[in-house]
């Protein structure tokens, strides 16, 4: 009869990794807990595009035409992606401005697979990787678990800014490279002007180091002239792409576009690690870009921005004196910034309890050293429901201590 460890007494801790010990809890146990606080909670939570306007019918059609051709390829392959998929890529690339090539297309599980990569290729124990303060917390999740040390770059209403930067490279020997989401941040939602890029692309070739520019938003603007990419100002630029956020998260299809010499060792690294990307939905993906994807986004953007100036507005009208907020040009998210003397995870309970649910902006700082702060997303929330959660998110700061 075996022996069920449990039972057994024996534990695998002490031979556990010491990695693991940069993973707290998950943030989704808190936020579930938050939910059981009222009996119709608006959550402001949801990165990601509204269920509702996923284009179910036309993703089945074209899983349908991806598992007409699957007898040809449900072996081993497509360790880059699916070829005519790349090209595919590089031409979306080419009409925002990017040009590419498709040889240097890695399709990945996500946009996170290729942060992944990049971390396989670039850091080892001890490197330091300097991003936005704040970013978005996966990345940071997957920088301290292969042992970087995370330097937080200030950021003001106009992104990261370049003599915090240039003062981190200078105190950074060994820093490997420079993470940014240029445009419409998570979580603020602010757009790096070209200026600013550009001056973050001279630092990076005086100081030898790389640049992952992560651009999950970039299609999907509302208001304002679009910004060129930094890798359209530097080739050397590892650019990450995802259609997460313009089809669906779950179908986990992103990509990077890199230079030949990252490009062969992130392929590498790959193959060792999943051999390939899902080889239906990398077809799935391909028939739905091809076939009616643009046309998809062109119907979303006046849904989300409708929903952008409705929570602009209600901010306008239910906020207290001393709160501020960004005014994004697009993507899905709005920064608060509370008075100096207000904690939003303390706050985050109080909300919850009169039914409205955020992120505390603590969350999104590597070293959780800014309390005043929260997100709000609007992609999934419907207007009705945005202005009554703006509104109950109003009274409940009004009514903390000292405002």
Sequence with gaps: MATNIADSGTSYSSLFARRNDVFAPSIWTEILKLFQRHPEPVYFGDGSPDRSLIPLD??????????DDAPEYLGYGDQQGYEALRHLIVERMGEIGIQADASRILVTSGSSQAIDLACR????????????????????????????RIVGIETDDSGMRMDSLEAALRAEPRAKFIYSIPTFQNPTGTTMPLDR???????A???????????????????GSPVPALVSLDPNVIYLGTFSKTIAPGIRCGWSYAPAEVHRLMLANR???DISNDRVMMRTAYYAARDFLTEHVKKTLPVYANRRNTMLAALDEHMPEGVSWSRPDGGFFVWITLPEHCDATVLSEIAADNGVIYFPGKWFFPNENC????????STVPESRIVEGVRRLGETIKGAPGI
């Design 271 to 273: 193959e060792v690690a």
């Design 371 to 378: 309390h005043n702060t929260l997100r709000l997303s609007f």
């Design 58 to 67: 036309r993703l089945r059609e074209a899983s349908m035409r991806a598992w």
């Design 205 to 223: 070739r005086q100081w030898n180091v790389a640049v992952l520019e992560d651009d999950p938003y970039v299609e999907l603007r509302y208001a």
């Design 197 to 203: 890029r550009q001056r973050l692309i001279d630092l």
């Design 121 to 148: 290729v670039f850091l080892e124990e001890g490197d330091a990787v300097l991003v936005e303060d704040p970013t978005f917390l996966g990345a940071t999740e997957l920088f301290r678990a292969y042992g970087a």
